[in-house]
Protein backbone atom coordinates (compact mmCIF):
# COMPACT_ATOMS: atom_id res chain seq x y z
CA UNK A 1 0.00 0.00 0.00
CA UNK A 2 1.60 3.24 -0.84
CA UNK A 3 0.78 6.05 1.28
CA UNK A 4 1.16 9.95 0.82
CA UNK A 5 1.34 12.36 3.86
CA UNK A 6 0.65 16.07 3.31
CA UNK A 7 2.26 17.80 6.79
CA UNK A 8 0.93 22.14 6.37
CA UNK A 9 2.94 23.47 9.29
CA UNK A 10 2.74 27.41 9.32
CA UNK A 11 5.97 28.32 7.22
CA UNK A 12 6.60 24.61 5.81
CA UNK A 13 5.03 21.30 3.71
CA UNK A 14 6.56 18.63 4.35
CA UNK A 15 5.64 15.55 2.41
CA UNK A 16 6.10 11.60 2.07
CA UNK A 17 5.35 9.03 -0.01
CA UNK A 18 5.67 5.23 1.86
CA UNK A 19 5.39 1.84 0.59
CA UNK A 20 3.58 0.70 4.24
CA UNK A 21 4.12 -3.14 3.65
CA UNK A 22 7.40 -2.38 4.66
CA UNK A 23 7.50 1.59 5.65
CA UNK A 24 10.21 2.36 2.96
CA UNK A 25 9.83 5.94 2.39
CA UNK A 26 10.14 6.16 -2.07
CA UNK A 27 10.09 9.90 -1.21
CA UNK A 28 10.10 12.38 0.92
CA UNK A 29 10.95 16.38 1.07
CA UNK A 30 9.87 19.61 2.30
CA UNK A 31 9.20 23.13 0.78
CA UNK A 32 10.09 25.48 3.55
CA UNK A 33 10.16 29.51 3.87
CA UNK A 34 6.79 29.61 2.26
CA UNK A 35 5.48 33.40 1.70
CA UNK A 36 9.32 34.84 3.03
CA UNK A 37 12.75 35.46 0.55
CA UNK A 38 14.52 32.69 -0.18
CA UNK A 39 11.47 29.91 -0.44
CA UNK A 40 12.90 26.61 -1.97
CA UNK A 41 11.66 22.76 -2.41
CA UNK A 42 14.17 20.11 -0.57
CA UNK A 43 13.31 16.77 -2.51
CA UNK A 44 14.97 13.30 -1.63
CA UNK A 45 14.41 10.16 -3.44
CA UNK A 46 16.66 7.33 -2.18
CA UNK A 47 20.30 8.73 -1.28
CA UNK A 48 19.53 11.40 -3.47
CA UNK A 49 18.83 14.90 -2.73
CA UNK A 50 17.52 18.02 -4.58
CA UNK A 51 17.34 21.49 -3.74
CA UNK A 52 15.13 23.29 -6.19
CA UNK A 53 14.98 27.32 -5.71
CA UNK A 54 11.79 28.56 -6.30
CA UNK A 55 8.85 31.59 -5.27
CA UNK A 56 6.40 29.98 -3.31
CA UNK A 57 3.80 32.23 -2.06
CA UNK A 58 1.43 30.27 -0.53
CA UNK A 59 1.06 26.44 0.60
CA UNK A 60 -1.40 25.77 -2.41
CA UNK A 61 1.45 26.56 -4.79
CA UNK A 62 3.69 24.59 -2.58
CA UNK A 63 1.67 21.46 -2.89
CA UNK A 64 1.10 21.71 -6.50
CA UNK A 65 4.74 21.93 -6.70
CA UNK A 66 4.83 18.79 -4.49
CA UNK A 67 1.93 16.71 -7.00
CA UNK A 68 4.49 17.62 -9.91
CA UNK A 69 7.84 16.54 -8.46
CA UNK A 70 6.57 13.04 -7.77
CA UNK A 71 5.68 12.55 -11.11
CA UNK A 72 8.20 14.79 -13.43
CA UNK A 73 10.10 13.49 -15.75
CA UNK A 74 13.35 14.16 -13.80
CA UNK A 75 12.52 13.35 -9.67
CA UNK A 76 9.80 11.05 -10.80
CA UNK A 77 9.27 8.10 -7.95
CA UNK A 78 6.03 7.40 -9.59
CA UNK A 79 4.66 6.92 -13.25
CA UNK A 80 1.23 8.78 -12.51
CA UNK A 81 -0.53 9.84 -8.81
CA UNK A 82 -3.23 6.52 -9.60
CA UNK A 83 -0.37 4.78 -7.84
CA UNK A 84 -1.48 6.15 -4.38
CA UNK A 85 -4.14 4.04 -2.50
CA UNK A 86 -4.47 6.54 0.43
CA UNK A 87 -3.38 10.15 1.26
CA UNK A 88 -2.75 11.28 5.28
CA UNK A 89 -3.13 14.77 6.33
CA UNK A 90 -2.06 16.64 8.78
CA UNK A 91 -4.77 18.75 10.61
CA UNK A 92 -3.91 21.22 13.29
CA UNK A 93 -6.96 21.74 14.89
CA UNK A 94 -9.81 18.84 15.65
CA UNK A 95 -11.61 21.12 18.50
CA UNK A 96 -13.50 18.28 20.78
CA UNK A 97 -15.05 16.88 17.84
CA UNK A 98 -12.43 14.83 16.52
CA UNK A 99 -10.42 13.14 19.37
CA UNK A 100 -8.91 10.47 17.01
CA UNK A 101 -8.05 10.47 13.23
CA UNK A 102 -11.27 9.89 10.38
CA UNK A 103 -11.62 9.11 7.05
CA UNK A 104 -12.38 12.23 5.25
CA UNK A 105 -15.82 12.58 3.77
CA UNK A 106 -17.83 16.04 3.07
CA UNK A 107 -19.61 16.32 6.67
CA UNK A 108 -15.95 16.43 8.75
CA UNK A 109 -14.44 18.38 5.93
CA UNK A 110 -17.22 21.24 6.55
CA UNK A 111 -16.41 20.51 10.38
CA UNK A 112 -12.20 21.01 9.56
CA UNK A 113 -13.15 24.36 7.48
CA UNK A 114 -15.58 25.65 10.28
CA UNK A 115 -12.35 25.24 12.88
CA UNK A 116 -10.58 27.49 10.46
CA UNK A 117 -10.97 30.75 13.06
CA UNK A 118 -9.25 28.46 15.38
CA UNK A 119 -6.32 27.93 13.29
CA UNK A 120 -5.89 30.63 11.29
CA UNK A 121 -2.62 29.51 10.13
CA UNK A 122 -3.10 25.90 9.57
CA UNK A 123 -6.51 24.64 9.12
CA UNK A 124 -7.15 26.63 5.93
CA UNK A 125 -3.75 25.14 4.28
CA UNK A 126 -4.68 21.72 5.93
CA UNK A 127 -8.72 22.47 4.00
CA UNK A 128 -6.51 23.42 0.62
CA UNK A 129 -4.49 20.61 0.65
CA UNK A 130 -7.41 18.01 1.50
CA UNK A 131 -9.51 19.59 -1.53
CA UNK A 132 -6.50 19.53 -4.10
CA UNK A 133 -5.99 16.33 -3.08
CA UNK A 134 -9.41 14.97 -3.26
CA UNK A 135 -9.90 16.55 -6.76
CA UNK A 136 -6.28 14.56 -8.29
CA UNK A 137 -7.18 11.62 -6.35
CA UNK A 138 -11.19 11.38 -6.26
CA UNK A 139 -11.19 7.65 -5.61
CA UNK A 140 -8.50 7.45 -2.91
CA UNK A 141 -9.43 7.54 0.85
CA UNK A 142 -8.17 10.47 2.41
CA UNK A 143 -7.35 10.50 6.45
CA UNK A 144 -7.17 13.15 8.79
CA UNK A 145 -5.17 13.08 11.81
CA UNK A 146 -5.63 15.76 14.07
CA UNK A 147 -2.51 17.49 16.52
CA UNK A 148 -5.01 17.70 19.09
CA UNK A 149 -5.77 14.14 19.99
CA UNK A 150 -2.52 13.15 21.87
CA UNK A 151 -3.49 16.04 23.96
CA UNK A 152 -7.52 14.63 24.80
CA UNK A 153 -5.93 12.86 28.19
CA UNK A 154 -5.46 16.35 29.62
CA UNK A 155 -6.87 16.24 32.92
CA UNK A 156 -9.01 19.32 34.02
CA UNK A 157 -6.86 20.74 36.31
CA UNK A 158 -4.38 21.46 32.80
CA UNK A 159 -7.34 22.23 30.31
CA UNK A 160 -9.51 24.51 32.04
CA UNK A 161 -9.05 28.11 31.89
CA UNK A 162 -10.11 30.00 34.86
CA UNK A 163 -13.37 32.03 33.27
CA UNK A 164 -16.44 31.43 33.86
CA UNK A 165 -17.24 27.59 33.68
CA UNK A 166 -20.23 27.97 31.36
CA UNK A 167 -17.88 29.30 28.23
CA UNK A 168 -16.70 25.91 28.35
CA UNK A 169 -20.27 24.45 28.34
CA UNK A 170 -21.42 26.75 25.87
CA UNK A 171 -18.08 27.38 23.64
CA UNK A 172 -15.61 24.56 24.40
CA UNK A 173 -13.27 27.32 25.35
CA UNK A 174 -10.42 25.33 26.48
CA UNK A 175 -6.69 24.09 26.15
CA UNK A 176 -6.25 21.83 22.98
CA UNK A 177 -2.86 21.65 22.61
CA UNK A 178 -1.39 21.02 19.34
CA UNK A 179 1.90 19.30 17.98
CA UNK A 180 0.61 16.15 19.75
CA UNK A 181 1.64 13.88 16.85
CA UNK A 182 4.97 15.17 17.24
CA UNK A 183 4.76 15.30 21.06
CA UNK A 184 3.84 11.31 20.51
CA UNK A 185 6.36 10.13 18.69
CA UNK A 186 9.47 12.01 20.22
CA UNK A 187 8.57 10.94 23.95
CA UNK A 188 7.94 6.74 22.73
CA UNK A 189 11.02 7.15 20.39
CA UNK A 190 13.02 8.63 23.60
CA UNK A 191 11.92 5.74 26.16
CA UNK A 192 12.83 2.92 23.27
CA UNK A 193 16.46 4.60 22.56
CA UNK A 194 16.72 4.97 26.28
CA UNK A 195 15.55 1.27 26.92
CA UNK A 196 12.64 2.45 29.00
CA UNK A 197 9.27 1.94 29.66
CA UNK A 198 6.91 5.00 28.97
CA UNK A 199 4.84 3.93 31.94
CA UNK A 200 7.68 5.07 34.12
CA UNK A 201 8.77 8.39 32.53
CA UNK A 202 8.13 11.81 33.71
CA UNK A 203 9.27 13.14 29.89
CA UNK A 204 9.37 17.27 28.48
CA UNK A 205 8.88 17.05 25.16
CA UNK A 206 10.19 20.79 23.48
CA UNK A 207 8.89 20.85 19.77
CA UNK A 208 10.04 24.45 18.63
CA UNK A 209 10.44 24.77 15.22
CA UNK A 210 8.34 28.16 13.33
CA UNK A 211 5.20 26.90 15.46
CA UNK A 212 6.28 25.82 19.14
CA UNK A 213 5.42 24.12 22.10
CA UNK A 214 5.85 21.64 25.15
CA UNK A 215 4.49 19.20 26.71
CA UNK A 216 4.82 17.05 29.71
CA UNK A 217 4.33 13.56 29.13
CA UNK A 218 3.61 11.69 32.20
CA UNK A 219 3.93 7.85 31.88
CA UNK A 220 3.27 8.04 28.15
CA UNK A 221 0.06 10.64 27.61
CA UNK A 222 0.24 13.70 27.50
CA UNK A 223 -0.42 15.83 31.15
CA UNK A 224 -0.25 19.28 29.93
CA UNK A 225 1.17 21.52 26.81
CA UNK A 226 1.89 25.43 26.26
CA UNK A 227 -0.32 25.61 23.30
CA UNK A 228 -4.26 26.42 23.92
CA UNK A 229 -7.73 27.21 23.12
CA UNK A 230 -5.57 28.21 19.08
CA UNK A 231 -1.90 27.72 18.70
CA UNK A 232 -1.27 31.07 19.91
CA UNK A 233 -0.95 30.30 23.58
CA UNK A 234 2.70 29.23 25.03
CA UNK A 235 6.30 29.92 23.79
CA UNK A 236 7.67 32.91 21.18
CA UNK A 237 7.44 31.33 17.85
CA UNK A 238 8.16 33.20 14.50
CA UNK A 239 5.43 35.09 14.20
CA UNK A 240 3.33 34.58 17.43
CA UNK A 241 3.29 35.61 20.67
CA UNK A 242 2.53 33.15 22.76
CA UNK A 243 2.04 33.87 25.96
CA UNK A 244 0.90 37.93 26.70
CA UNK A 245 -1.49 39.56 29.14
CA UNK A 246 -4.87 38.98 27.69
CA UNK A 247 -5.80 42.91 28.82
CA UNK A 248 -3.18 43.71 26.15
CA UNK A 249 -5.53 43.09 22.85
CA UNK A 250 -8.43 45.52 24.05
CA UNK A 251 -5.86 48.24 25.00
CA UNK A 252 -4.43 47.86 21.62
CA UNK A 253 -7.50 47.82 20.20
CA UNK A 254 -8.57 50.71 21.67
CA UNK A 255 -5.17 52.86 20.97
CA UNK A 256 -4.58 51.76 17.22
CA UNK A 257 -8.65 51.90 16.74
CA UNK A 258 -8.54 48.41 15.40
CA UNK A 259 -11.31 45.07 16.20
CA UNK A 260 -10.17 42.26 18.55
CA UNK A 261 -9.54 39.97 15.75
CA UNK A 262 -7.36 42.33 14.09
CA UNK A 263 -5.55 42.54 17.11
CA UNK A 264 -5.27 38.92 17.23
CA UNK A 265 -4.11 38.62 13.83
CA UNK A 266 -1.35 40.82 14.78
CA UNK A 267 -0.53 38.75 17.94
CA UNK A 268 -0.68 35.52 15.02
CA UNK A 269 1.57 37.24 12.23
CA UNK A 270 3.78 39.98 13.37
CA UNK A 271 4.50 39.13 16.51
CA UNK A 272 7.06 36.34 18.22
CA UNK A 273 11.10 36.83 16.51
CA UNK A 274 9.76 38.77 13.57
CA UNK A 275 7.91 41.40 16.31
CA UNK A 276 11.15 41.40 18.18
CA UNK A 277 13.11 42.42 15.46
CA UNK A 278 10.93 44.77 14.01
CA UNK A 279 10.01 42.78 11.15
CA UNK A 280 13.73 41.16 10.43
CA UNK A 281 12.99 37.56 10.21
CA UNK A 282 10.26 34.97 11.30
CA UNK A 283 13.30 32.31 10.65
CA UNK A 284 15.56 31.34 13.45
CA UNK A 285 18.32 30.76 11.14
CA UNK A 286 18.36 34.03 10.40
CA UNK A 287 17.94 35.71 13.95
CA UNK A 288 20.84 32.94 15.11
CA UNK A 289 23.28 34.03 12.39
CA UNK A 290 22.79 37.78 13.36
CA UNK A 291 22.71 37.48 16.84
CA UNK A 292 25.71 35.56 17.47
CA UNK A 293 27.31 38.32 14.70
CA UNK A 294 26.95 40.59 17.68
CA UNK A 295 23.74 42.28 16.61
CA UNK A 296 21.83 43.17 19.87
CA UNK A 297 18.20 42.72 18.39
CA UNK A 298 18.58 39.48 17.13
CA UNK A 299 20.47 38.58 20.41
CA UNK A 300 17.69 40.02 22.49
CA UNK A 301 15.24 38.15 20.68
CA UNK A 302 17.06 34.93 21.14
CA UNK A 303 17.21 35.33 24.38
CA UNK A 304 13.18 36.22 25.19
CA UNK A 305 13.22 32.93 22.77
CA UNK A 306 15.20 30.50 24.77
CA UNK A 307 13.83 32.03 28.67
CA UNK A 308 10.10 31.15 27.79
CA UNK A 309 11.05 27.53 26.82
CA UNK A 310 13.12 26.94 29.67
CA UNK A 311 9.86 28.63 31.90
CA UNK A 312 8.01 26.13 30.30
CA UNK A 313 10.56 23.28 30.95
CA UNK A 314 10.79 24.64 35.15
CA UNK A 315 7.05 24.41 35.00
CA UNK A 316 6.17 20.92 33.49
CA UNK A 317 8.96 20.01 36.11
CA UNK A 318 6.93 21.05 38.70
CA UNK A 319 3.78 20.05 36.94
CA UNK A 320 5.13 16.36 37.25
CA UNK A 321 6.73 16.27 40.35
CA UNK A 322 9.99 15.60 38.42
CA UNK A 323 11.57 15.28 35.08
CA UNK A 324 13.49 12.45 33.79
CA UNK A 325 13.84 13.48 30.20
CA UNK A 326 14.37 16.05 28.07
CA UNK A 327 13.62 15.80 24.43
CA UNK A 328 14.49 18.66 21.72
CA UNK A 329 12.40 17.90 18.46
CA UNK A 330 11.24 19.89 15.02
CA UNK A 331 13.38 22.30 13.17
CA UNK A 332 15.35 24.63 16.02
CA UNK A 333 15.45 21.76 18.39
CA UNK A 334 16.56 19.53 15.92
CA UNK A 335 19.07 21.87 14.19
CA UNK A 336 20.33 24.48 16.58
CA UNK A 337 23.48 23.38 18.61
CA UNK A 338 23.73 27.19 20.14
CA UNK A 339 20.18 26.79 21.04
CA UNK A 340 19.37 23.77 22.75
CA UNK A 341 23.14 24.37 24.71
CA UNK A 342 21.71 27.81 25.62
CA UNK A 343 18.73 27.17 27.04
CA UNK A 344 20.18 24.06 28.97
CA UNK A 345 23.22 25.90 30.45
CA UNK A 346 21.56 29.26 31.77
CA UNK A 347 18.40 27.85 32.79
CA UNK A 348 18.35 24.55 33.69
CA UNK A 349 21.83 23.34 35.67
CA UNK A 350 19.79 23.26 39.18
CA UNK A 351 17.93 20.65 37.77
CA UNK A 352 20.73 18.68 37.49
CA UNK A 353 21.06 18.81 33.26
CA UNK A 354 24.68 18.51 32.14
CA UNK A 355 25.02 18.55 28.72
CA UNK A 356 28.18 16.94 26.59
CA UNK A 357 29.21 20.53 24.05
CA UNK A 358 31.25 17.68 21.50
CA UNK A 359 28.16 15.79 21.92
CA UNK A 360 25.54 18.45 21.18
CA UNK A 361 27.31 20.04 18.27
CA UNK A 362 25.34 18.52 15.11
CA UNK A 363 22.47 18.02 13.16
CA UNK A 364 19.11 16.45 12.72
CA UNK A 365 20.46 12.83 14.61
CA UNK A 366 18.67 10.76 17.41
CA UNK A 367 21.19 11.24 19.83
CA UNK A 368 21.55 11.71 23.76
CA UNK A 369 23.33 14.76 24.58
CA UNK A 370 23.80 14.78 28.25
CA UNK A 371 26.78 13.37 30.03
CA UNK A 372 26.36 9.99 31.93
CA UNK A 373 25.85 11.75 35.40
CA UNK A 374 23.63 13.96 34.30
CA UNK A 375 20.41 13.73 37.24
CA UNK A 376 17.84 14.53 33.63
CA UNK A 377 18.74 12.60 30.29
CA UNK A 378 18.59 15.23 27.46
CA UNK A 379 17.90 13.87 23.92
CA UNK A 380 17.56 14.83 20.31
CA UNK A 381 14.72 13.51 18.34
CA UNK A 382 14.09 14.53 15.11
CA UNK A 383 10.12 14.13 14.86
CA UNK A 384 8.32 12.06 12.15
CA UNK A 385 4.78 13.16 12.33
CA UNK A 386 4.80 11.85 8.48
CA UNK A 387 5.27 8.32 9.84
CA UNK A 388 2.93 8.50 12.64
CA UNK A 389 0.59 9.97 9.70
CA UNK A 390 1.23 7.16 7.58
CA UNK A 391 0.06 4.09 10.35
CA UNK A 392 -2.71 5.86 11.19
CA UNK A 393 -3.57 6.12 7.64
CA UNK A 394 -2.77 2.69 7.02
CA UNK A 395 -4.52 1.31 9.91
CA UNK A 396 -8.03 3.18 9.24
CA UNK A 397 -8.27 2.02 5.52
CA UNK A 398 -7.33 -1.17 6.44
CA UNK A 399 -10.23 -1.26 9.20
CA UNK A 400 -12.51 0.11 6.55
CA UNK A 401 -11.81 -3.06 3.89
N1 LIG B 1 20.22 25.08 11.52
C1 LIG B 1 19.23 25.73 12.08
N2 LIG B 1 19.45 26.59 13.11
C2 LIG B 1 18.45 27.28 13.68
N3 LIG B 1 17.16 27.16 13.29
C3 LIG B 1 16.88 26.32 12.29
C4 LIG B 1 17.88 25.54 11.63
N4 LIG B 1 17.28 24.79 10.67
C5 LIG B 1 15.96 25.09 10.71
N5 LIG B 1 15.72 25.98 11.67
C6 LIG B 1 14.46 26.64 12.00
O1 LIG B 1 13.37 25.79 12.15
C7 LIG B 1 12.16 26.53 11.88
C8 LIG B 1 11.24 25.68 11.03
O2 LIG B 1 10.89 24.58 11.78
P1 LIG B 1 9.73 23.57 11.34
O3 LIG B 1 9.59 22.61 12.46
O4 LIG B 1 10.07 23.01 10.00
O5 LIG B 1 8.53 24.59 11.22
P2 LIG B 1 6.97 24.48 10.92
O6 LIG B 1 6.61 23.02 10.86
O7 LIG B 1 6.38 25.16 12.11
O8 LIG B 1 6.72 25.20 9.65
C9 LIG B 1 12.59 27.81 11.19
O9 LIG B 1 12.52 28.90 12.10
C10 LIG B 1 14.04 27.53 10.85
O10 LIG B 1 14.82 28.66 10.85
C1 LIG C 1 0.41 23.92 15.47
C2 LIG C 1 1.61 24.55 14.84
O1 LIG C 1 2.02 25.60 15.23
O2 LIG C 1 2.20 23.84 13.84
P1 LIG C 1 3.54 24.23 13.04
O3 LIG C 1 4.64 24.28 14.05
O4 LIG C 1 3.76 23.10 12.06
O5 LIG C 1 3.32 25.55 12.41
MG1 LIG D 1 5.64 21.72 12.08
Same mark, same amino acid.
Do not use: W
Given at each position: ??????????????? *?????D??????K??????? $????? @?????? !?????????????E???K????????????? =?????????????????????????????????????????????? +?????????????? %??? %??????????? *??????????? $??Y??Y????I??Y???????K???????? =????? @????? @???????????????????????????? +??????????????? +?A???????? !????????????????G??? @???????????????????????????? =????R? /??????Y? /??????????F???????? %???????? !??Y??????? =??????????L?????? +????????????? !?????????????????
Amino acid at each position: MKVLVINSGSSSIKY *QLLEMDTEKVLAKGLVERIG $IEGSR @IIHRKN !EEKYVIEKVIKNHEEGLKEVLDLLTSEDYKV =ISSLNEIDAVGHRVVHGGERFSSSVIIDKESLDAIEMMSFLAPLHN +PANVMGIKAAMELL %PNV %PQIAVFDTSFH *QTMPKTSFLYA $IPYEYYEKYKIRRYGFHGTSHKYVSRRAAE =ILGKD @IKTLK @IITSHIGNGASIAAVKNGESFDTSMGFT +PLEGLVMGTRSGDID +PAIVSFLAQE !EGLTAKEVVEILNNKSGVYG @ITKGFSSDMRDIEDKALEGDKVCRLALD =IYEYRI /AKYIGAYA /AAMNGVDVIVFTAGVGENS %PVTREEIC !EKYLTYLGVK =IDKEKNNFKGLERVIST +PDSKVTVLVVPTN !EELMIARETKELVSTKN
